[in-house]
């Protein structure tokens, strides 16, 4: 996603900064990966880098991705602090780690360690009037949407398709991707995010 950043409001900003540090440095060093290195195979500035792992910066969403991204791992390895209860209420539109943009707002519900892969719950709320364009992710990674208000092109770049309220769709996303909304009103959908077992870092040490 593109130039898109976390939620906004400071004390929630803050709190998921504090996640974003300590998960990034643990999965930097069991990747024996230096901060120089890092910043080297994402394009990212050291210093970039170097705020992230203070907790401090507010970087964009695009900016976590290019970190989850070469790092190999799940977008919710980064911004997950703990496995969530068995029985969890996220009520709309005031909790769960926020992504912001022009015209796209997420929020990251839960991550669900499977015996073949991660799956990541994410509920979107998607503007007209602009496109949103979606990394392409690690080999293996797929995207499944399932649309609940409103009309949406999304898919590959060179095999989109218009989805209406009940429609789903699932393509590949280890490559170039979109989402845009058609109509005049606002696009709520759900998205989960597959990845492959090869991205499943449950051998990673925690931070304590």
Same mark, same amino acid.
């Given at each position: 996603?593109?130039?898109?950043?976390?939620?906004?409001?400071?004390?929630?900003?803050?709190?998921?900064?504090?996640?974003?540090?300590?998960?990034?440095?643990?999965?930097?060093?069991?990747?024996?990966?230096?901060?120089?290195?890092?910043?080297?195979?994402?394009?990212?500035?050291?210093?970039?880098?170097?705020?992230?792992?203070?907790?401090?910066?507010?970087?964009?969403?695009?900016?976590?991705?290019?970190?989850? =991204?070469?790092?190999?791992?799940?977008?919710?390895?980064?911004?997950?602090?703990?496995?969530?209860?068995?029985?969890?209420?996220?009520?709309?539109?005031?909790?769960?780690?926020?992504?912001?943009?022009?015209?796209?707002?997420?929020?990251?519900?839960?991550?669900?360690?499977?015996? =073949?892969?991660?799956?990541? &719950?994410? *509920?979107?709320?998607?503007?007209?009037?602009?496109?949103?364009?979606?990394?392409?992710?690690?080999?293996?990674?797929?995207?499944?949407?399932?649309?609940?208000?409103?009309?949406?092109?999304?898919?590959?770049?060179?095999?989109?398709?218009?989805?209406?309220?009940?429609?789903?769709?699932?393509?590949?996303?280890?490559?170039?991707?979109?989402?845009?909304?058609?109509?005049?009103?606002?696009?709520?959908?759900?998205?989960?995010?597959?990845?492959?077992?090869?991205?499943? &870092?449950? *051998?990673?040490?925690?931070? *304590?």
């Amino acid at each position: 996603m593109t130039e898109e950043k976390l939620g906004s409001e400071p004390s929630t900003q803050s709190a998921i900064d504090a996640v974003l540090a300590r998960n990034l440095k643990r999965v930097r060093k069991a990747r024996g990966m230096s901060l120089a290195a890092l910043a080297r195979d994402s394009g990212l500035a050291r210093a970039t880098l170097y705020q992230m792992e203070a907790g401090s910066g507010n970087p964009t969403i695009d900016t976590i991705w290019a970190v989850s =991204n070469t790092l190999q791992v799940p977008f919710s390895e980064l911004l997950s602090e703990d496995e969530a209860p068995a029985v969890q209420i996220i009520r709309a539109e005031t909790e769960g780690p926020n992504v912001v943009g022009a015209t796209l707002v997420g929020r990251l519900l839960r991550r669900f360690r499977l015996s =073949n892969g991660v799956l990541e &719950l994410l *509920h979107l709320r998607i503007e007209p009037g602009g496109i949103t364009a979606g990394h392409a992710h690690p080999e293996g990674v797929f995207e499944h949407v399932l649309v609940m208000q409103g009309k949406l092109r999304t898919g590959p770049d060179d095999q989109q398709a218009t989805l209406e309220a009940g429609d789903y769709a699932s393509f590949r996303a280890d490559v170039p991707h979109g989402y845009e909304a058609l109509a005049k009103e606002p696009v709520l959908a759900a998205l989960i995010m597959e990845y492959p077992p090869t991205m499943d &870092l449950t *051998h990673l040490p925690t931070m *304590h």
